[in-house]
């Protein structure tokens, strides 16, 4: 499973670090990311990260969030800078994962955490 933390409600232009760490009979993680989603929008790319290290952003973003892995840990982290009240929204992890089921079959999917708050206010 994916388990998402650090959000939280903080002030326009502040910080933040979400953290995302990856549990359970995983041989391989490829690619790790965010994304979030606004009430009444639909979900859009924060970051990725591929296993190699290569990065990738949304435009509204770019410059103000940084995407890290701690591959030992299975963990992806997302700094967030410079909030503005455009980035509330509820963010979600995912991973290109594999693991073995509990019948020992290798299994290959994208697996997406449960989401944490993140409200920024005046």
């Known amino acids: 499973q994916l388990q998402a933390s650090g959000g939280g409600l903080v002030q326009a232009g502040g910080s933040l670090r979400l953290s995302c760490a990856a549990s359970?009979?995983?041989?391989?993680?490829?690619?790790m990311g965010w994304y979030r989603q606004a009430p009444g929008k639909q979900r859009e790319l924060v970051a990725t990260?591929?296993?190699?290290?290569?990065?990738n952003y949304g435009d509204s973003v770019k410059g103000r969030f940084t995407i890290t892995r701690d591959s030992a840990k299975r963990t992806v982290y997302l700094q967030v800078n410079n909030l503005d009240f455009e980035d509330t929204a509820v963010y979600y992890c995912?991973?290109?994962?594999?693991?073995?089921?509990?019948?020992?079959?290798?299994?290959?999917?994208?697996?997406w955490g449960q989401g944490t708050q993140v409200t920024v206010s005046s």
């Open positions: 990260i591929s296993s190699d290290g290569t990065t």
């Open positions: 995912n991973a290109d994962l594999g693991y073995y089921s509990d019948s020992d079959e290798p299994v290959v999917l994208i697996k």
């Open positions: 359970g009979r995983i041989f391989s993680i490829w690619s």
